[in-house]
T-cell receptor, first 111, second 113 residues
Framework: DGGITQSPKYLFRKEGQNVTLSCEQN?????MYWYRQDPGQGLRLIYY???????QKGDIAEGYSVSREKKESFPLTVTSAQKNPTAFYLC??????????FGEGSRLTVL | AQSVTQPDIHITVSEGASLELRCNYS??????LFWYVQSPGQGLQLLLK??????LVQGIKGFEAEFKRSQSSFNLRKPSVHWSDAAEYFC???????????FGSGTRLQVQP
């Protein structure tokens, strides 16, 4: 079955460490997205990529980095510069229809 | 800039009662509008979408929504709520330019037996 796989589902990080969240899709979608979800704030866009080797900052890109070396993969790195990284992170993709398909999410907790 | 407002943070309804979740958007042109549902700790699932045409759209699980341009609204409705509908619901607006959806802050639905 086609879909989006995010890993790990749960991740713990010590302050000052970088961590990378994986997002893989086998839907053959061109565009991929990373959203951050905090209670009561809905989903906020971190980064998005409409094509391989190209990506754009979203509304809250500071402290995050991404790469898009393959169509299927869009990993997100949460760097030590992100002051409040504890959140639920959602990866999504679309084939230019506007409808987003989401992964199951990764919950990052800073110890 | 586009934006979405969901004025109700939390709604409680009795099982079998009707439901309406409100969504207002701000966008200059004709928007693409979506409703998603999220169970705790899970990703989002699409309930329905509006791109153009008939302003009353049907979705999965018995949900429907009506696009009202004059009110900049896209309210979600269900005639009879089931206990399994308890979840968080998100309204979202999109455009052809950015190709990234803007989400509202969500409405948490609780269903009483």
């Amino acid at each position: 079955d086609g879909g989006i796989t995010q890993s790990p589902k749960y991740l713990f990080r010590k302050e000052g460490q970088n961590v990378t969240l994986s997002c893989e899709q086998n839907l053959n979608h061109d565009a991929m997205y990373w959203y951050r979800q905090d209670p009561g704030q809905g989903l906020r866009l971190i980064y998005y990529s409409q094509i391989v080797n190209d990506f754009q900052k979203g509304d809250i890109a500071e402290g995050y980095s991404v790469s898009r070396e393959k169509k299927e993969s869009f990993p997100l790195t949460v760097t030590s510069a992100q002051k409040n990284p504890t959140a639920f992170y959602l990866c999504a993709s679309t084939q230019n229809t506007g409808e987003l398909f989401f992964g199951e999410g990764s919950r990052l907790t800073v110890l | 800039a586009q934006s979405v407002t969901q004025p109700d943070i939390h709604i409680t309804v009795s099982e079998g009662a009707s439901l309406e979740l409100r969504c207002n958007y701000s966008y200059g042109a004709t928007p693409y509008l979506f409703w998603y549902v999220q169970s705790p700790g899970q990703g989002l699932q699409l309930l329905l979408k509006y791109f153009s045409g008939d302003t009353l759209v049907q979705g999965i699980k018995g949900f429907e929504a009506e696009f009202k341009r004059s009110q900049s609204s896209f309210n979600l409705r269900k005639p009879s709520v089931h206990w399994s509908d308890a979840a968080e619901y998100f309204c979202a607006v999109g455009s052809t330019g950015r190709r990234a959806l803007t989400f509202g802050s969500g409405t948490r639905l609780q269903v009483q037996p």
